[in-house]
């Protein structure tokens, strides 16, 4: 196995551990509770504006194939039919 790979994981789970040692004790302030709470509600609205922007563009590009479908055949329905030319 790798030494550096090895490192590198026993670093990312050594920072990880601090990280969340360092939030549990700022948990305990009312204020940083406060900012966290702001920062997470920012956070699930962008997610959520990002996934509606998603889907109406999934919606466009679906009306668009829809609309291709659907129009020929109403253009064929509308056009008059001619049997001899303009002076029948």
């Known amino acids: ?14 920072e990880a551990c601090a990280l969340l040692l360092l939030l549990g004790i700022a948990l305990h302030s009312l204020i940083v509770r406060l900012l966290l709470a702001i920062a997470m509600c920012g956070a699930l609205l962008s997610a959520e504006i990002y996934f509606v922007f998603q889907i109406g563009r999934q919606l466009w590009r679906w009306s668009e194939r829809i609309t291709s479908l659907v129009m020929p055949a109403m253009a064929r329905s509308i056009q008059p039919q001619r049997k001899g030319g303009p002076h029948e």
């Open 1 to 14: 196995m790798n030494h550096r790979l090895v490192l590198r994981g026993a670093m990312f789970g050594a």
